[in-house]
């Protein structure tokens, strides 16, 4: 299977639901209905949700960073369904602190050290 079509063919010939694993519930469920899948599960996850395939679960809908853990995996991306951009939000009062903004900084450093090494 290698795309939204290809999964609608594959569920069409099972007598199951299609079992489609996420921590992101209602985009699952949409993205089921819009691409029209047929008879299809939602299964909730937390965590380390691609454990689920291919024992538990038929499709995971799942954020991924590098793509790192799904080929370890042995998975395959069928469909992108966001890009996305990580942001860290405080308020002015917090920056303009010294002693919160000294933190923020710390923070903001530590967070950008862990995406270079990505």
């Known amino acids: ?18 079992r489609l694993a996420s921590e992101y519930i209602n985009i699952a469920d949409k ?9 299809y599960r939602i299964i909730p996850t937390w965590g380390a949700s691609e454990a689920f395939l291919p024992e ?3 499709l995971l809908i799942e954020n991924a960073q590098t793509g790192r853990t799904i080929a370890r995996h ?9 890009e996305s951009t990580a942001c860290l939000i405080g308020s002015a009062n917090g920056v303009f602190n010294a002693d919160k903004g000294a933190r923020i900084k710390s923070i903001t450093e530590t967070l950008r050290a862990a995406v270079e090494d990505i």
């Open 56 to 58: 538990d679960a038929d």
């Open 1 to 18: 299977v290698t795309d939204a079509c290809g999964l609608k063919q594959l569920n069409a010939e099972r007598s199951v639901p299609l």
């Open 31 to 39: 993205y089921a209905r819009d691409n029209h899948l047929g008879m």
């Open 74 to 82: 042995n998975l395959k991306v069928i469909d992108t369904l966001f």
